[in-house]
């Protein structure tokens, strides 16, 4: 079971950027093979995709999201990456990473608040 540990999260004005990382434990070469996403749920809604990086680094993002976050992968580190740039109110929630294989693991989530 791969472990995986978010950090990066805050509170941060509207227009601000923040940087998310998600560390995974295990063998580089397991890491390296599967893609991983990076997803968010606010109060009282669903958990939603954000953005997923493939193992060639192939990446695909919601609609919300895109121009604005940027996800990427160190395979070398095992980590994978969100970088948030001009964030807004309704970017606030709590975000996971996920592996989209292997053993599916989710971190434990990371607060983003937005607001002034």
């Known amino acids: 079971q791969v472990q995986l540990v978010e950090s990066g999260g805050g509170l941060v004005q509207p227009g601000g950027s923040l940087r998310l990382s998600c560390a995974a434990s295990?063998?580089?070469?397991?890491?390296?093979?599967?893609?991983m996403g990076w997803y968010r749920q606010a109060p009282g809604k669903q958990r939603e995709l954000v953005a997923t990086?493939?193992?060639?680094?192939?990446?695909n993002y919601a609609d919300s999201v895109k121009g604005r976050f940027t996800i990427s992968r160190d395979n070398t580190k095992n980590t994978v990456f969100l970088q948030m740039n001009s964030l807004k109110p309704e970017d606030t929630a709590v975000y996971y990473c996920?592996?989209?294989?292997?053993?599916?693991?989710w971190g434990q989530g990371t607060q983003v608040t937005v607001s002034s």
């Open positions: 996920h592996q989209e294989g292997g053993s599916y693991s």
């Open positions: 990086i493939s193992s060639i680094g192939s990446t």
């Open positions: 295990g063998s580089r070469v397991i890491f390296s093979i599967y893609a």
